[in-house]
């Protein structure tokens, strides 16, 4: 059941590299994908308060030349790695 109070958030982030996802098979294209954060209230304290509960990233998909979309739970700090300017200049995880 949801959360009668819950948000949540969208936003676009950019690849300038292709990148790879745990738990998620092969290697996404670089450029613009929607992230999406849900959060829940914290109702136990005296001023409004959310925690982050979930983060999922869109991933475009191809089946048979129709245009799709995978929805995808990710770890926001395996993101964050991701989106850092990589110091080796590889941007794929490993």
Do not use: C, K
């Not at 998620?24 to 959060?39: F, L």
Request: hydrophobic share 35%.
């Amino acid at each position: 059941m949801t959360n009668a109070f819950t948000r949540t958030t969208s936003r676009t982030v950019t690849f300038a590299h292709p990148f790879a996802l745990s738990g998620v098979d092969g290697v996404q294209p670089a450029g613009s994908y929607i992230v999406e954060t849900d959060e829940e209230l914290i109702d136990s304290l005296s001023f409004p308060v959310y925690r982050r509960s979930a983060t999922w990233i869109r991933l475009p998909q191809s089946n048979r030349g129709m245009a799709m979309e995978q929805t995808v739970l990710i770890d926001p700090d395996e993101l964050g790695r991701l989106l850092e300017p990589a110091d080796n200049g590889n941007p794929l995880p490993g």
